[in-house]
């Protein structure tokens, strides 16, 4: 197991080095909550972008929930077509389920703020790492029906496939390692420790107030 980066806050660091031609455009930056969120503050004020979050969840296989079969954002579904064991009944009932749980963390995350528009604006999308792809592909569906000028994923780590399949979505995707031996995400951090409900929050709030501090 090939240890990366010491910790998130230096795995974006490196990320804000190669996204540095931005600065000073029309752009937004969105983190996949909860982990992209401290990765995607130092992104956002090294370019000088406002921060926001996008949410998304998986659609995990009935007889394994951690297996995931789609993912659901909270106006775009994504479902594997090569899943024909499942029956359609449970995946109807888990994408409403999760719809309304989306709604609700981002009124938590957000208060009564409506998402910004993404229209013709730059937008980075932020996150630890990817490993299925699942969460991020929603996600760049989600965000392209709203028709940006150009869309760039950023994420310090990816195993291969994933990250062929995801460029091939986006304008840009910046990913600074795609190693063979990947199991996961947090083998690659040397501190992987979990991000609180509290830190998001405390986080949008600090940029909100203070974007470029």
Excluded: W
Aim: hydrophobic share 40%.
């Amino acid at each position: 197991m090939s240890i990366l980066f010491r910790n998130r806050n230096e795995a974006a660091l490196l990320l804000a080095d190669q996204l540095i031609k931005y600065r000073g455009k029309d752009g937004i930056v969105l983190a996949i909550p909860r982990g992209g969120v401290p990765m995607a503050a130092i992104v956002a004020k090294n370019l000088g972008f406002p921060l926001e979050i996008i949410l998304s969840k998986k659609i995990g296989h009935p007889l394994n929930p951690e297996y995931a079969i789609g993912s659901v954002t909270m106006d775009t579904v994504l479902v594997d077509d090569s899943i024909a064991d499942v029956d359609k009944s449970y995946i109807k009932n888990e994408i409403d389920r999760l719809s309304k749980e989306l709604k609700k963390r981002f009124e938590f995350f957000m208060g009564n703020r409506k998402p910004a528009s993404l229209k013709n604006k730059i937008v980075i999308v932020v996150d630890d790492g990817i490993a299925t792809g699942h969460t991020m592909k929603s996600t760049i569906e989600s965000i392209r029906k709203e028709n940006p000028k150009e869309l760039i994923v950023a994420v310090p780590v990816a195993p291969p496939r994933t990250a062929r399949e995801v460029r091939e979505m986006v304008d840009e995707l910046i990913c600074l390692h795609t190693p063979d031996d990947f199991y996961g995400v947090g083998q690659f951090y040397a501190d992987f420790g979990q991000v609180s409900d509290d830190e998001v929050i405390a986080l949008l709030k600090e940029m909100r107030e203070n974007p470029t501090s």
